[in-house]
T-cell receptor, first 118, second 109 residues
Framework: GAVVSQHPSWVICKSGTSVKIECRSL??????MFWYRQFPKQSLMLMATSNEGSKATYEQGVEKDKFLINHASLTLSTLTVTSAHPEDSSFYIC??????????????FGSGTQLSVL | DAKTTQPTSMDCAEGRAANLPCNHS???????VYWYRQIHSQGPQYIIH???NNETNEMASLIITEDRKSSTLILPHATLRDTAVYYCIVSQTGNQFYFGTGTSLTVIP
């Protein structure tokens, strides 16, 4: 149990377009989800905390207008990279914390989305 | 910000125990110690976590010192598939996870 599905696994887009990445908790409810980005050979960097029914909380230095987060339901959060540029190319990973039940103190991670902006 | 310090890399012979250390000297009383690993181009995989007591599951053992300022993840019989980057994270229940640089473990045949 406790599966987090992330879609798409990889995406290639042209510079200036927007890309949406979905993160779903398949078998549990998650009021809180998190979005990370990871550059090659580097660690995961927390971008924002996504809260169902309210605005996301962004980490310092992350542009909220660039990375739009919507957490419309207890099982779905989306990250939209707006007006993508080559420097936005990265591996994006979501994670979710289950609202109740066993192991609700740990995070479950999606498999990641590799974004390449041409 | 990450509150942990780990060695950058380690090697381990296949079949031997891999012992991965982590320092978290500023850990507070209600923060858990979590271990995750990441295989190239995948999302992090949960391994184990603990608060005060040592923990063991089917993947690994977690040894936390009495003062809780450091811990060791033990993979009892390392296999080639255990080659990955291992992250030690400290966090309170409900809080964010901040990743440090992790330890790149290479299991050698």
């Amino acid at each position: 149990g406790a599966v987090v599905s992330q879609h798409p696994s990889w995406v290639i887009c042209k510079s200036g377009t927007s890309v949406k990445i979905e993160c779903r908790s398949l078998d549990f409810q998650a009021t809180t989800m998190f979005w990370y980005r990871q550059f090659p050979k580097q660690s995961l960097m927390l971008m924002a905390t996504s809260n169902e029914g309210s605005k996301a909380t962004y980490e310092q230095g992350v542009e909220k207008d660039k990375f739009l987060i919507n957490h419309a339901s207890l099982t779905l959060s989306t990250l939209t990279v707006t007006s993508a540029h080559p420097e936005d190319s990265s591996f994006y990973i979501c994670s979710a914390r289950r609202d109740r039940g066993p192991f609700n103190e740990k995070l479950f991670f999606g498999s990641g989305t590799q974004l390449s902006v041409l | 910000d990450a509150k942990t310090t780990q060695p950058t890399s380690m090697d381990c012979a296949e079949g031997r125990a891999a012992n991965l250390p982590c320092n978290h000297s500023t850990i507070s009383g209600n923060e858990y110690v979590y271990w995750y690993r990441q295989i190239h181009s995948q999302g992090p995989q949960y391994i184990i976590h603990g608060l005060k007591n040592n923990e063991t599951n089917e993947m690994a053992s977690l040894i936390i010192t009495e003062d809780r300022k450091s811990s060791t993840l033990i993979l009892p019989h390392a296999t080639l598939r255990d080659t990955a980057v291992y992250y030690c994270i400290v966090s309170q229940t409900g809080n964010q996870f901040y990743f440090g640089t992790g330890t790149s473990l290479t299991v050698i045949p």
